[in-house]
């Protein structure tokens, strides 16, 4: 089976899929766009069990390039998975740890059973990732590390520059 990549300009809290990504900062409580945006359409539910997991596993908070996954309280998703994308550097290569959202993020999407996944273009926001090769490491990743049984995954941009600069690599 072939996962299907799509791209959609519009508002990642208002997908209907399985899972949708949070571009999250490590304390996992919630922060700036994306991130804001999931916690205040998603509810208390999400902050509840992103506080559970910073009281057990994550007391330290989740380490950039990792995932983890929780309610998606009042969102149409069924789940949502964080991830805490590197912020760009122009002295230091993290390339990696940029490929590693996207990676762990589909690995925590199949053993979800998730079938359709939404991601936004981590780290290119506050973070400072310039959006072209943001757009080209996500695009490449995913289409490298495509799970069973995740028979959908979307680009999910906010504006017109970032479907102009996904659409370069899905084309």
Same mark, same amino acid.
């Given at each position: 089976?072939?996962?299907?990549?799509?791209?959609?300009?519009?508002?990642?809290?208002?997908?209907?899929?399985?899972?949708?990504?949070?571009?999250?900062?490590?304390?996992?409580?919630?922060?700036?766009?994306?991130?804001?945006?999931?916690?205040?359409?998603?509810?208390?539910?999400?902050?509840? /069990?992103?506080? !559970?997991?910073?009281?057990?596993? $994550? *007391?330290?908070? &989740?380490?950039? @390039?990792?995932?983890? #996954?929780?309610?998606?309280?009042?969102?149409?998703?069924?789940?949502?998975?964080?991830?805490?994308?590197?912020?760009?550097?122009?002295?230091?290569?993290?390339?990696?740890?940029?490929?590693?959202?996207?990676?762990?993020?589909?690995?925590?999407?199949?053993?979800?059973?998730?079938?359709?996944? /939404?991601?936004? !273009?981590?780290?290119?926001?506050? $973070? *400072?990732?310039? &959006?072209?090769? @943001?757009?080209?490491? #996500?695009?490449?990743?995913?289409?490298?590390?495509?799970?069973?049984?995740?028979?959908?995954?979307?680009?999910?941009?906010?504006?017109?520059?970032?479907?102009?600069?996904?659409?370069?690599?899905?084309?």
């Amino acid at each position: 089976m072939t996962t299907r990549l799509t791209l959609i300009q519009g508002d990642i809290t208002e997908q209907d899929v399985d899972a949708v990504v949070n571009a999250a900062n490590s304390s996992l409580l919630g922060g700036g766009g994306v991130d804001g945006a999931i916690h205040r359409r998603g509810g208390p539910e999400i902050l509840a /069990a992103c506080r !559970a997991l910073r009281a057990s596993h $994550y *007391g330290k908070g &989740l380490a950039t @390039g990792q995932a983890v #996954a929780t309610t998606a309280g009042r969102l149409p998703a069924r789940h949502v998975i964080h991830t805490v994308g590197p912020r760009w550097s122009p002295a230091e290569d993290r390339s990696e740890l940029l490929a590693s959202c996207y990676r762990e993020s589909l690995r925590i999407a199949a053993e979800l059973d998730a079938r359709t996944v /939404a991601f936004p !273009a981590i780290s290119t926001g506050i $973070y *400072g990732w310039p &959006l072209d090769d @943001g757009a080209r490491i #996500a695009v490449e990743t995913v289409r490298g590390a495509v799970r069973a049984g995740v028979e959908e995954v979307r680009f999910v941009v906010f504006d017109e520059r970032g479907r102009v600069a996904f659409a370069a690599y899905l084309d």
